[in-house]
């Protein structure tokens, strides 16, 4: 699982963020084989809204799905409805049954 987290402001004290992310694109990362990898992209924390950007390496493609939220968490859940529609897209395009 290679999830990268790239934030545009700087944090030194230790961020649940992270560990929610993970624990969240687990179950994508056993349920979609062909995830390669994820970035994650988070507007600063000073922005009344935050932003959260989704970029996902799939065999032969990138997604993208992006979304806006109170709180990171929230745009975070929110993006990644956006993304798993895409996934069941691509899943049902390229490994159609036979």
């Not at 929610?20 to 995830?35: E, G, L, N």
Request: net charge positive; aromatic share 14%; charged share 35%.
């Amino acid at each position: 699982m290679d999830i990268k987290i790239i934030r545009d402001y700087t944090t030194t004290s230790p961020n649940s963020f992270e560990e929610y992310a993970q624990d969240r694109f687990q179950t994508y990362f056993d349920k979609y084989s062909f995830i390669q990898s994820v970035q994650i992209y988070l507007r600063g924390d000073k922005h009344p809204t935050k932003k959260v950007k989704l970029q996902v390496r799939l065999k032969g493609k990138d997604i993208f799905a992006s979304a806006e939220g109170k709180y990171h968490h929230d745009a975070f859940d929110n993006a990644l409805n956006k993304l798993k529609k895409q996934l069941v897209k691509y899943k049902t395009e390229r490994y159609k049954a036979a």
